[in-house]
C-alpha cells in the first residue's frame, strides 16, 4: 500500500505462499507476460483494496477466470475495467487463439458492472454518464420506508443503467453531501485521474471533500515498521496526498507531531478521518462517503455513512455520484435496561459473538440500532455501535436522530439542527430481520485474540490472563465519553493506591485533537501521567499496526479498546478487546479485570486473583 503508481505493476502475487516459499519474484507477472490468470474459490479473499488488482491491471494482466469471487474484489476490478468470469469454458478457446467479445465477458454480469466494463471502467463510465445526473423525481418509492431508505433515496441519482428504485443488490449511484479520503488512498486516486483525465482536473463541489492524514503519523515509532525500508515511500505517499491538496485547493487535517502539538495554540483540528466526520461535518440526514471501512461511525448521527474503495472516491471527486449496492436493513433491538458496567462496546462484542453473526447474516447489510437501552445512551457510545458494524460485517450502521443527537450537535459544535418529521422508519418498513437483545443480560466483554467474534464474558473466562501491553484510542475507542472511562477508572486506582505494574506498558491516543483538549481542561492529562500512561497525539496508531502500543514479540498480550484484533494487526503477540474501562482495569490489575471486580478487590489484595465487573454506563446528556 506505499505503493500508488505504476510502480504496483512489480507486485501481483509476492506474497503467495506454497510449501513454505514465495515463488513469484517482485516483477515477475510482468516480465512473463502473463494476460489470463486462473484462481480458484473465492478469489481476491482479503484483497478489499484496489492495489491489488490494480497491481494485476498494471503488469498486463486483462482477465481473471475463477470459480468465485470475494464480492469487493470484484467491483473493484470492474471499477479499474479488469475482466473477471467464471466460465472455464473460456480457456480452450483462449489456447485456440480464439477472441473473445466484451459481451461474453459480461455475460451474467448484473446491468451496472456490465455497463462499467464496456466503458472501460469507472472513471469512464462516470464521464459518460455521471457528470450531468439529475436526482430522481421524488415518490419513487411508495411503500414504507427505512430511515436507510429513506435517505438513500432522496440523494438518488438517475443514470439510463441503473433502476430509480433499486431493490436489494441493484445497483445504483448517489449524491454525496461530504466525500473524504486518507493518504493511503489519495495519491494512487490522484494517479487514476491524472493518467485518466490529464490536469487539471475538474473536481466537483471542492468544498464538500475533506483529506486526512491520520494513519501515518507515528509510523517511524511503529515497532513494525521502525527502520523500515518501505518508510521513504510511505512520506513519498503522504507528499502526493500534499501535493494534491495543494493543487485544488482543498479542506485538509493533518496531525500535529509531538513537536506540533506542544506548541499548538487550540486552533488546529485534527485526527482519525471518520471521528473528524462527526465532530465537524456530518448532520442527520445526509450522507457520507469515505475511504475508510469505519466510515460509518458517523451514522451515530443519523445519517447514513459508508466506506468505498479508491476509484470509488476518483471517480466522485469528478462527478460528486458514489456507486452503491443496495443493501437489506437489519433491525438491532436493544431492550431492558443497561447494567451498570456494561458499555457500548460490550453490546458490539456480544452482538459479534452471535451464532449467526458469525456465520455472515450481518454481511452487507444496514444495522439500524433502535430500543430503550439506545436511546438512553450517548452519541459517543451511540458511534461506538455504529462504527463496528464494520466488524459486524455490515455496509453502515444507523440511529434514528433525537433529542440527544440535537444536544450533541449544539454542545459538541454549537449547531442548531431542527429534526424533520420524515427523519425516522416508517411503520412497516421492511427489515430483513429484527435482532433482538436483552441488555439486561449483558457483563463486561472480552474478545479473544485472532477475531473481534470470539466473544466471551469476562466473568465465564476460566484462565488468567496476564497483560503487557494495555491500549485506550482509535476511532472506536478514542472518544470523549471513552476518556471519561479511562479518567475514572485510573483516578479510582490511584485513589486507592494501585498502581501500573512494571510488566504492563500503558498507552493512551486521543482521537481527534477536540477529545485531547477535553481532556486537557478537565484535569485528566495529569491523572493519565501518575499513571504512567504514554500519552499519543491524535490518529491512528496501534489499531492498524502503525504506532506506539503495538506489540514487538509473538509472545506480548494486548488488552485493547480497539475494534480489530485479526492476527497481526497490531503485531505479533495476541490482543484480547474490551471496553475502555476494562483496559485500563485490566492496566492496573496486570491481568484481565473488569473495573468492579478491581473495586471488589480493594484495598489492594495479593496479585494473582482473577477478575471480571462495574463501571457506571455513559448515559444520553452526559457532557
Given at each position: 500500500m506505499s505503493h500508488y503508481d505504476d510502480s504496483l505493476a512489480r507486485f501481483p502475487y509476492i506474497g503467495f505462499t506454497t510449501e513454505g516459499a514465495r515463488p513469484v519474484a517482485p516483477g515477475a507477472v510482468q516480465a512473463a507476460g502473463f494476460r489470463v490468470v486462473v484462481g480458484g474459490r473465492r478469489y481476491g479473499k482479503g484483497s478489499s483494496r484496489e492495489h491489488s488488482p490494480a497491481a494485476e491491471k498494471l503488469a498486463g494482466v486483462r482477465l481473471v477466470i475463477a470459480e468465485s469471487f470475494e464480492r469487493i474484489y470484484r467491483q473493484n476490478a470492474d471499477n479499474i475495467g479488469l475482466f473477471t468470469s467464471t466460465d472455464f469454458g473460456l480457456l480452450d478457446r483462449i489456447e485456440r487463439g480464439e477472441a473473445i467479445t466484451v459481451d461474453e465477458l459480461v455475460a451474467g454480469r448484473d446491468t451496472l458492472a456490465a455497463a462499467i466494463l464496456r466503458a472501460g471502467g469507472l472513471l469512464r463510465f462516470g464521464q459518460a454518464h455521471l457528470r450531468g445526473a439529475q436526482p430522481v423525481a421524488a415518490g419513487a418509492v411508495a411503500r414504507p420506508l427505512t430511515l436507510f431508505e429513506k435517505i438513500v433515496q432522496r440523494h438518488m441519482l438517475h443514470t439510463p443503467v441503473t433502476p430509480d428504485a433499486p431493490a436489494a443488490g441493484e445497483g445504483c449511484f448517489v449524491r454525496a453531501d461530504w466525500r473524504f479520503i486518507h493518504e493511503y488512498y489519495t495519491g494512487m486516486a490522484a494517479h487514476m485521474l491524472h493518467a485518466t483525465f490529464g490536469q487539471p482536473l475538474p473536481l466537483h463541489g471542492r468544498d464538500t471533500i475533506v483529506v486526512f492524514e491520520d494513519h501515518t503519523s507515528y509510523m517511524e515509532e511503529s515497532p513494525a515498521h521502525a527502520g523500515s525500508p518501505l518508510l521513504p515511500n510511505m512520506h513519498a505517499m503522504c507528499e502526493a496526498q500534499r501535493r494534491f491538496v495543494a493543487d485544488h485547493a482543498l479542506r485538509h487535517h493533518r496531525t500535529l507531531t509531538e513537536e506540533e502539538a506542544r506548541a499548538d495554540d487550540g486552533s488546529n483540528a485534527a485526527g482519525i478521518s471518520h471521528a473528524m466526520m462527526a465532530e465537524h461535518y456530518a448532520l442527520p440526514g445526509q450522507l457520507v462517503a469515505g475511504t475508510d471501512s469505519h466510515t460509518p461511525h458517523s451514522g451515530a448521527l443519523g445519517c447514513v455513512a459508508f466506506g468505498v474503495g479508491t476509484t470509488d472516491m476518483a471517480n466522485a471527486f469528478v462527478t460528486g455520484a458514489v456507486r452503491l449496492t443496495m443493501p437489506r436493513v437489519l433491525r438491532v433491538e436493544l431492550e431492558g435496561a443497561l447494567p451498570a458496567g456494561v458499555a457500548a462496546k460490550d453490546i458490539v462484542l456480544h452482538l459479534l459473538q452471535l451464532p449467526a453473526m458469525r456465520a455472515g447474516s450481518g454481511v452487507g447489510k444496514v444495522f439500524e440500532f433502535g430500543g430503550t437501552v439506545l436511546r438512553a445512551l450517548s452519541t459517543d457510545e451511540r458511534a461506538t455501535l455504529t462504527n463496528m458494524t464494520a466488524e459486524l460485517g455490515g455496509l453502515t450502521g444507523i440511529v434514528e436522530p433525537d433529542a440527544e443527537t440535537v444536544r450533541f450537535l449544539k454542545e459538541r459544535r454549537g449547531v442548531e439542527f431542527a429534526l424533520e418529521p420524515w427523519m425516522r422508519s416508517d411503520q412497516g418498513a421492511p427489515y430483513s430481520e429484527v435482532v433482538r437483545v436483552d441488555c439486561s443480560s449483558l457483563s463486561p466483554m472480552v474478545a479473544r485474540p485472532g477475531d473481534p467474534g470470539n466473544g466471551v464474558p469476562l466473568a465465564q473466562l476460566q484462565e488468567k490472563v496476564r497483560v503487557d501491553i494495555a491500549y485506550g484510542g482509535s476511532c472506536t475507542a478514542g472518544k470523549r465519553e471513552d476518556f471519561d472511562q479511562y479518567h475514572a477508572v485510573l483516578a479510582w486506582g490511584l485513589a486507592q493506591g494501585w498502581r501500573v505494574p512494571p510488566h504492563v506498558q500503558l498507552f493512551l491516543q486521543y482521537g481527534t485533537t477536540a477529545v485531547r483538549d477535553y481532556c486537557v481542561a478537565r484535569g485528566y492529562d495529569r491523572t493519565f501521567a501518575a499513571a504512567g500512561?504514554?500519552?499519543?497525539?491524535?490518529?491512528?496508531?496501534?489499531?492498524?499496526?502503525?504506532?506506539?502500543?503495538?506489540?514487538?514479540?509473538?509472545?506480548?498480550?494486548?488488552?485493547?479498546?480497539?475494534?480489530?484484533?485479526?492476527?497481526?494487526?497490531?503485531?505479533?503477540?495476541?490482543?484480547?478487546?474490551?471496553?475502555?474501562?476494562?483496559?485500563?482495569?485490566?492496566?492496573l490489575a496486570g491481568e484481565l479485570c473488569a473495573w468492579g471486580d478491581l473495586q471488589a478487590r480493594s484495598p489492594q489484595p495479593a496479585q494473582g486473583v482473577s477478575c471480571s465487573s462495574n463501571v457506571p454506563s455513559p448515559t444520553a446528556g452526559s457532557p
Open positions: 500512561a504514554r500519552i499519543l497525539q491524535p490518529s491512528c496508531g496501534a489499531c492498524a499496526n502503525c504506532g506506539p502500543g503495538s506489540s514487538s514479540e509473538a509472545g506480548q498480550v494486548t488488552v485493547s479498546a480497539i475494534n480489530r484484533n485479526f492476527p497481526g494487526r497490531s503485531g505479533p503477540g495476541q490482543v484480547w478487546l474490551a471496553s475502555p474501562a476494562t483496559v485500563m482495569a485490566s492496566a
